[in-house]
C-alpha cells in the first residue's frame, strides 16, 4: 500500500487509510512516525494548511488509541 502521488492530500489520505487498519500499539507507533515524516516533508506548505492536516492526522491517531485501549479496558472488566 503507498500513496498515488506525491502530492500532500494524497500523502494525508494515505496516512489516514494506514492510521484506520492499525490493530496493534507497534502499528500505531510506526502511524506515528508517519505523521513525523508528513510534518518534516510538507513544513513550507501555508501555515493553515499544514496545521489543519497535521492536527487531523494527529487527531484520527489520538482517536484510534484511545479507542483501543478503552476496548481493552471493557475487555478486562
Known amino acids: 500500500m503507498a ?14 487509510k494506514v492510521i484506520d487498519s492499525c490493530e496493534h500499539p507497534l502499528q500505531e507507533n510506526s502511524a506515528r512516525k508517519l505523521v513525523r515524516l ?9 501555515y493553515p494548511v499544514y496545521r489543519d492536516l497535521c ?11 484511545y479507542s483501543r485501549i478503552e476496548n481493552q ?3 478486562n472488566n
Open 3 to 16: 500513496a498515488t502521488s506525491n502530492h500532500y492530500g494524497d500523502v494525508a489520505n494515505w496516512i489516514e
Open 38 to 46: 508528513f510534518e518534516k516533508r510538507y513544513s513550507y506548505l501555508n
Open 73 to 75: 479496558l471493557k475487555q
Open 55 to 65: 492536527r487531523r492526522l494527529e487527531n484520527k491517531l489520538d482517536e484510534k488509541v
